[in-house]
């Protein structure tokens, strides 16, 4: 039973930074890709990056572009959303997903989720 377990959430000033982690358990997850989406109140769920675990290839949502890093540890199953320059509109809860095969922005398209972490992000 594959398990994701997201941290590093927070309360966090505009312009300043906080990394995410999301470890997982219970896959081989080389033949896995990662997404991390995120929630706002009231907000549907949206697409903020993905990482092909075997190939280390990552797209991010434009919103996103330029500020978050997404990586991956294979020996620790760990993978990272690095978040730079926060801006208020990046409050939401976080979330991590994995699914078998090739990335997707879409949500649906993933099967295992963890329970998510709050970004706060004050002006």
């Known amino acids: 039973q594959v398990q994701l377990v997201e941290s590093g959430g927070g309360l966090v000033q505009a312009g300043g930074s906080l990394r995410l982690s999301c470890s997982a358990s219970?896959?081989?997850?080389?033949?896995?890709?990662m997404g991390w989406f995120r929630q706002a109140p009231k907000k549907e769920r949206e697409f903020v990056g993905n990482i092909v675990w075997s190939s280390n290839v990552h797209e991010y949502a434009e919103s996103v572009k330029g500020r978050f890093t997404i990586s991956r540890d294979n020996a620790k199953n760990t993978v990272w959303l690095q978040m730079n320059s926060l801006k208020p509109e990046d409050t939401a809860v976080y979330y991590c997903?994995?699914?078998?095969?090739?990335?997707?922005?879409?949500?649906?398209?993933?099967?295992?989720w963890g329970q998510g972490t709050q970004v706060t992000v004050s002006s």
């Open positions: 997903a994995a699914r078998v095969g090739l990335a997707s922005r879409v949500p649906s398209d993933y099967g295992y």
């Open positions: 219970g896959g081989a997850f080389s033949g896995y890709a």
